[in-house]
Each structure stands twice: as C-alpha cells, then as structure tokens.
C-alpha cells in the first residue's frame, strides 16, 4: 500500500510503498483512510523538529487527523461494522503503573511524557491507505458528517479547552452569561474555536494579522464573530472594542500577540494557549459539536477544506499549498 512517511535520518519525506496492516487482536479493527488532515504538527515534523520513528523502523508514516471507513472487524469488536465512517484517536498510553491518568483512560494528561502518538511519536500514522488498531481507539462518526469529519481532530483541541474553562469559570457563582472571548488567529484552530465558542453562548472577536477584508475575515463573520486585524488594533486598543475580555483563545502558536493579549486579559479572565499539545481530547464533544456547526454554518465548514491528492505531500508539508485546511484524499468510500 502507499503511505507517506518521514525518515529523520536520511531527512527525506517521501510516498513509500509499506506493508499492508493485517488484524493481530480479536478487537483490532482495518481501517480504509479516506482524509487526512495536514497541520503544523505535520510540517514541523516534515522539518525534521521532531517526530519519531517506531521502535526498529527508520522511517514514521505521518498524518493523525483522519477520517476512514471500516473495512474490516475481530470477532470481539462489538462497537464497530464494516462500512462504518470513523475518526480514530491519536494519542495511545503510557506502560506505567504509576501513570495515574493513562491507567484512567485519560492519556491526554500522561505525567511520564512515555505515550506514544500515531503519525508523530513512535507510532506509524493515518497517512497510508490502510491502517488497523484496536476499537477502544474509534470514534463512531454520523454519516451527514462525511464531508466535514476530517475536522473532528482539530476541534478536539477547542472542545478540551472549554472544558477545562467550564470548570474554572464555576467558580463565579454569579454565572457567565453575556461573557466575552477573543480568539488569537484565523487559521483552521482560531475558526474552528470561534465557532465552538459561539455554540458556547460567548460574544465572540477574532484577532488576527491580515486587516479585513479576506477569506478568513469573511469566515469568521459567516459564523457571527466580530473580526479585528492585529495590524490596525494594537492589544489596548482590542479591549477598548471588546471591553471585560473573559476569554482568550489563543491559536496562533508561542508568539508575541499572545503576549501582548495577555497583558489586556479581563479581570477574572482566562487565557487559554492551545499550543500546549494534548491530543486525546474529548472527541464525542468534538463530533457532536461539528453536527451542530454542520447544521448552522454548512457552507463555512465546507469550504475551510481544500482537498489535495497524496501526489501533494511536498508542497502540503513545506507549507506551499493553498487553503485554510488542507487535507489529503487517500481513498474515496466503497459504496
Ligand atoms: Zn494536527
Ligand atoms: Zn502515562
């Protein structure tokens, strides 16, 4: 089968013929990859900053944004049937004994960094035509989400955070009603956040460099948020727009902005930085929450997407290709 995979030593990236995944466990399920998207995480380790290889291998097929239909299930998986449309989950657990959040199922919080990460740490990824893993690591995806659900993985990364908001900001026992959140950054993260904020009930701005208007300017006021460029706003004069800023997304990576966000952040405000990776976040959040964006805002969606062919991984993974995300079309669903 065709992957794409990285080899560190060499510091090549190429699409490799690999071994085709063959069911070991009686709860492994085979996967047919249909997307997979391309991120930072993916460039960077396309860059050689990181990324490592399985155990005895030289090289690490890449990709853990996906979306792929079974194919194929062990006779104890009981959750899953061929022709289902699955997003699989990313980040696997530690070995430890003392792991208290891996051997809780909550990995994302591992305390001994020994996880491992399909398509970026010592596991091979979703870049490949097929893959097989075990079903606790599939999440079951509705069919109406078939166009958008390569997105599921990204917006995990929003979901967890408000979370994780949810439980600070209880402690206002007066509530949060009319509070309002700046997000840092337009780009599939910033957007995918502004949106999951707005479902959220929160008055939402975007702020991010490039003055409106622009393609992601206009995204941003599909979904109802108020777009202001980092370029004619300084950070005082972003509050002076929003007033109290109870929230702040941040979805532009470790920079200054975020910096300069932070000296303006609300009286008993939070500020979240996303950059902090924590990849197994709460999907059935994730999709439930993209039915509702998919039902609100089905254009907007739709057309942060821009689909390339595996042929397309050099100019995806040098940073080179057009669109707000960018995702790989490995296989188009049996029907
Ligand atoms: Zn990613
Ligand atoms: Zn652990």
Not at 143 to 154: F, I, K, M, T
Not at 181 to 187: C, D, I, T
Not at 274 to 286: M, Q, S, Y
Request: negative net charge.
């Amino acid at each position: 089968m065709r992957a794409i995979a990285v080899n560190p030593e060499r510091r090549s990236i190429d699409l490799v013929e690999h071994d085709e995944p063959e069911l070991a466990e009686a709860t492994d399920v085979r996967l047919r990859m249909l997307e997979v998207g391309v991120c930072g995480t993916d460039r960077e380790i396309a860059a050689f900053e990181y990324g490592d290889p399985p155990p005895g291998s030289d090289h690490l097929v890449i990709g853990h944004e996906s979306l792929a239909e079974v194919l194929e299930v062990g006779s104890r998986v009981t959750s899953l049937q061929p022709g289902n449309l699955v997003v699989p989950m990313v980040r696997r657990p530690c070995p430890h004994d003392f792991c208290r959040p891996c051997r809780s199922g909550r990995q994302d919080f591992c305390s001994t960094g020994d996880f491992r990460e399909r398509g970026i740490k010592h596991q091979h990824g979703y870049m490949a035509e097929l893959v097989v893993d075990d079903q606790d690591y599939m999440n079951l995806v509705p069919e109406v989400l078939r166009n958008v659900a390569v997105l599921v993985e990204p917006l995990t990364i929003a979901e967890k955070a408000l979370e994780q908001v949810e439980h600070i900001q209880r402690r206002l026992p007066w509530g949060t009603e009319n509070h309002r959140a700046v997000v840092l950054g337009a780009g599939p993260v910033g957007l995918l956040g502004a949106m999951a904020l707005i479902v959220a009930g929160f008055d939402t701005w975007v702020y991010s460099r490039s003055p409106a208007p622009n393609d992601k300017a206009d995204l941003a006021e599909a979904v109802g948020a108020r777009y202001i460029s980092s370029e004619t706003h300084s950070a005082d004069e972003l509050r002076e727009e929003v007033g109290n800023i109870d929230l702040v997304y941040e979805a532009v990576g470790a920079s200054e902005v975020g910096f300069d966000v932070l000296s303006v952040l609300g009286t008993n405000g939070v500020f979240v930085f996303t950059g902090v990776p924590g990849r197994k976040a709460p999907f059935e959040a994730a999709i439930r929450h993209l039915t509702e964006h998919n039902r609100r805002w089905p254009d907007v969606l739709g057309s942060l997407v821009t689909h390339y062919p595996m042929e397309a991984y050099e100019e995806l993974l040098t940073g080179r290709a057009g669109g707000i995300k960018q995702v790989i079309d490995i296989a188009a669903p049996a029907s």
